[in-house]
């Protein structure tokens, strides 16, 4: 027989252990379910003061988001009776109460057309209108939105069924899982005609309120709270199956959802990393980089090294094989001679192959070596015939004296279809100058550098 003493220690630690850990995470015998559906039932009605708190509420967040007060938001989260309607649709799918449930989505829309109106009328006014940054960062959402929603609706749904309730977990749900700004974001499109603001705002409200429901579903079955009891047999069958279509219905969109932001921001991270590699190993500028997995775009303005053909379709082959095809590269790219140079690396490329493999052809061979010595001229010329920037700078300098810094570069914009080259002018202004005496002293400097250097294309923009 084995002697099992040696691993008596080691059985009884992993036994602590496991008796630790069960009593650490283990909400079951805490739970207190009548109290938890009263509760729920109880914040779920809009009549009276809720309507009037909610109006408020979507005021203040209106103007939170407005000036970009995230504060501001932030109390207007914490006072708004938004959530109760969710975990009541939640809940009543969970216990099979189609009257609570009949309840919960009448008021859940009377909450959303409310707001939306609010929202719609402070926004309806003109000195409201300006796009902030809080308004934008409420129209496009991401897998990190769909945790934090199904996450949220966890934690809030777990406050609820304790018998001592964590106000401030359930308030601290309240802030994380922010239902308030997408609506008021909607009702700003909505106002302004912007649809953009107006379906990206939805789409992150659709994503909360569909994964606080499916955790507050969840929960309710995990927890075995009692179902709700008919005496008609028949009629409870019909309405459990009812509802289970219903939460069907949610979690196959929120399947859906959830694949869909995976699979944008981890697009987005792939093309970051090639852009990065690239920055970085260049020396390059990116500006007004724009990644859109919808559209399978990547456009991006350089400043420095050149964006070869053969190094976009690199990219293209490498986000291919991650399992995004179709990606098309739009690059304004700031560089002197790019279509010189891309022929010379495409009739070098043909003279290397043709001196393999035809080296019965040697005429060809003669042809093509006096055209690549012509294009090493044509570009060894065209470097020598730059724009004089050191004597522009000086000049610019003498008589604008609230330049502080001066850049030049040749924009050359392509989306591999057609070509057109802007010299630009970079200009970095004083903080003392006036926004009138900017834009004034702009055009007399265009107008000069267009005459001086015999063109109509050249721009001024603007380094601060």
Not at 81 to 93: A, K
Not at 178 to 202: E, H, I, N, Q, V
Not at 230 to 246: A, C, D, E, P, T
Not at 317 to 326: A, D, M, P, S, V
Request: with cysteine; charged share 20%; glycine share 4%.
């Amino acid at each position: 027989m084995k002697d099992d003493t040696p691993n008596t220690p080691i059985k009884t630690l992993w036994l602590n252990f496991k008796i630790l850990l069960k009593s650490t995470l283990d909400i079951r015998e805490d739970t207190n379910h009548e109290s938890t559906i009263e509760e729920v039932k109880a914040g779920i009605s809009i009549k009276g003061q809720g309507a009037w708190v909610l109006i408020f509420s979507i005021l203040i967040a209106s103007a939170g988001l407005n000036t970009s007060s995230a504060a501001v938001v932030i109390g207007a989260m914490l006072i708004s009776p938004l959530m109760g309607p969710i975990v009541g649709i939640g809940l009543s799918l969970g216990i099979n109460d189609v009257d609570l449930m009949r309840k919960a989505i009448k008021n859940f829309g009377i909450m959303v057309v409310l707001a939306l109106f609010t929202s719609f009328l402070f926004f309806s006014i003109p000195i409201f209108q300006d796009e902030t940054p809080e308004l934008i960062a409420r129209t496009y959402p991401d897998v990190r939105d769909v945790i934090i929603a199904f996450a949220g609706g966890l934690a809030l749904i777990v406050a609820l069924s304790r018998r001592n309730k964590q106000i401030n977990t359930i308030a601290g749900v309240a802030i994380a899982t922010a239902l308030m700004p997408p609506l008021c974001t909607a009702g700003y499109g909505l106002a302004t005609g912007k649809w953009m603001f107006f379906g990206g705002a939805l789409f992150l409200f659709a994503i909360n309120t569909i994964f606080i429901a499916l955790a507050t579903f969840i929960i309710v079955k995990s927890l075995k709270f009692p179902m709700k009891e008919y005496l008609n047999s028949s009629k409870r069958k019909r309405i459990s199956q009812v509802l289970y279509f219903i939460a069907f219905l949610i979690l196959a969109p929120s399947i859906y959802m959830f694949y869909g932001l995976y699979k944008k921001s981890d697009f987005e991270r792939k093309v970051n990393l090639i852009l990065s590699e690239f920055r970085e190993n260049n020396d390059v500028i990116l500006l007004n980089q724009q990644i859109s997995y919808n559209d399978k775009t990547v456009a991006f303005a350089t400043v420095g090294k050149s964006v070869t053909i053969s190094l976009v379709n690199k990219w293209k082959e490498k986000l291919e094989k991650q399992g995004y095809g179709g990606v098309e590269f739009e690059i304004a790219q700031s560089v002197e001679n790019l279509e010189t140079q891309t022929m010379l690396e495409k009739l070098e490329s043909t003279y290397y192959t043709s001196q393999q493999n035809l080296n019965n052809k040697e005429e060809i061979i003669v042809r093509q070596e006096k055209e690549l010595l012509l294009l090493q001229k044509q570009l060894y010329l065209s470097e020598k015939s730059k724009v004089p920037f050191d004597q522009i700078a000086n000049e610019i300098k003498i008589n604008y004296t609230n330049v502080e810094e001066i850049a030049f570069s040749k924009l050359i914009k392509t989306n591999f279809k057609k070509m057109d080259t802007l010299p630009i002018i970079y200009l970095k202004w004083s903080k003392s100058t006036s926004e009138r005496n900017k834009t004034n002293d702009e055009a007399k400097i265009q107008k000069w550098l267009r005459l001086k250097l015999q063109t109509d294309k050249l721009e001024i923009e603007r380094l601060n």
